[in-house]
């Protein structure tokens, strides 16, 4: 029996087990996947993370990139270096995921690859989880298996609401030089952003506010004949993203949820890598806590998640409300100002926080929209 069994090997389950073992605990991730997939994903980094692991991330960083461009439909062009000490990392998620595991596994963790998790059952004093072959038992459980994973529903958690989103990938020399680019003006109720790799793009778009859009796949490739990418070998792939929608319970019975299962994703930028991070980091040391006598630990990650995570997403959601709403507006009065770019890295890289600039922005906007 294991102290802790984590579902699911992306970024969040990584981190949880790389934590866990590092504390000494036992530690079992269980996936379905045979190996490590690309994922629907761009694949971008912020630096931030860096502090939270014992271990380099270069030999996984694709590029590294300081400058941003902005448009509003493929015009009004803004070009942004940013001022952050370290550039945006850009990565490959099957690189990134694997080097989690293998720091994970280094540490004492075992991975287990190709095994379905079939159901969960609570024991007395362990869990039960049920697979296409033997049973696996833990005295804790991790649900880190995605947006449309079956842990929260198995533990009768609220689950976060999903959102479809689409990635397309493009294998093209411009990439080695090019620029992050965030494109406005396309897509209703969201953007489309677009990561250079060192030998080709990934380039995704979603949306944040009202109904789903069928048309995403379409778009992006719109997208990449007007920016002039190449035709040949293009991937398009479609997923759910689970924006953080509010304050939930994410812990049960000797049990928690991290990553998008947990509904970790920005709602405002949709970044979901840090935040799934964070929460494995988060969720491990409750878990360690709990395995040490804490019985109030699992709640205080419920809790901690909410005044560190949450808070700081409900105004990030206050945000996404005015800036997709009016898009227009919101280009000319904010996204094409230089100082908004640097303020966005700057909470993407941890050096501010949503709650200390969402006041000023809104009055912005709302000043824009007044004078519209």
């Known amino acids: 029996m294991f102290d802790c069994v984590i579902i699911g090997a992306g970024p969040a389950g990584g981190a949880a087990a790389y934590h866990l073992a590092k504390r000494g605990r036992s530690v079992l991730v269980l996936d379905q996947q045979p190996q490590p997939r690309q994922g629907v994903c761009a694949g971008g980094v912020s630096p931030a993370i860096a502090p939270w692991f014992e271990f380099d991330f270069s030999p996984v960083i ?25 550039p945006m990392w850009m990565v490959r998620r099957d690189a990134f995921d694997q080097l989690l595991l293998d720091e994970a596994a280094g540490q004492g963790a075992t991975v287990e690859r190709g095994v379905e998790v079939t159901g969960i059952t609570w024991k007395g004093d362990r869990w039960q989880i049920e697979t296409n072959g033997d049973p696996r038992f833990g005295r804790y459980l991790i649900g880190a298996d995605g947006a449309n994973g079956p842990v929260a529903p198995w533990l009768k958690l609220k689950t976060p609401k999903t959102r479809l989103a689409a990635t ?7 990439a080695e030089s090019a620029p992050i680019d965030f494109a406005f003006g396309q897509v209703k109720n969201g953007f489309i952003w677009q990561f250079p790799k060192a030998d080709g793009f990934s380039i995704s778009t979603s949306t944040f506010l009202g109904g ?13 004949d007007t920016v002039g990418l190449p035709q040949g070998d293009r991937r398009v792939q479609e997923s759910s993203i689970a924006l953080w929608d509010g304050d939930r319970p994410l812990h049960s019975q000797n049990a928690l949820l991290i990553g998008e299962g947990a ?27 709990a395995l040490a006598g804490d019985i109030n630990a699992l709640e205080g990650y419920s809790q901690t998640v909410q005044e560190v995570w949450g808070a700081d997403m409900a105004w990030a959601a206050r945000l996404a409300a005015a800036l997709y709403r009016f898009p227009g507006i919101a280009y000319k009065v904010a996204i094409k100002q230089p100082i908004a770019t640097q303020i966005m890295l700057k909470i993407l ?24």
């Open 212 to 224: 789903d859009n069928k048309k995403l796949p379409k778009l992006l490739q719109e997208y990449a």
């Open 349 to 372: 890289c941890g050096e501010l926080r949503y709650s200390q600039v969402a006041n000023r922005a809104l009055r912005r906007l709302s000043g824009g929209m007044m004078g519209g």
């Open 168 to 174: 397309l990938e493009v294998s093209s020399p411009q």
């Open 263 to 289: 509904g970790f994703v920005d709602p405002l930028t949709a970044e979901g890598i840090r935040p799934c991070l964070y929460s494995g980091m988060t969720g491990a040391e409750a878990i360690d806590k």
């Open 62 to 86: 694709s590029r590294k990139v300081k400058t941003v461009r902005y448009t509003w439909k493929y015009e009004e062009p803004v070009l942004v270096e940013l001022e952050t000490a370290e």
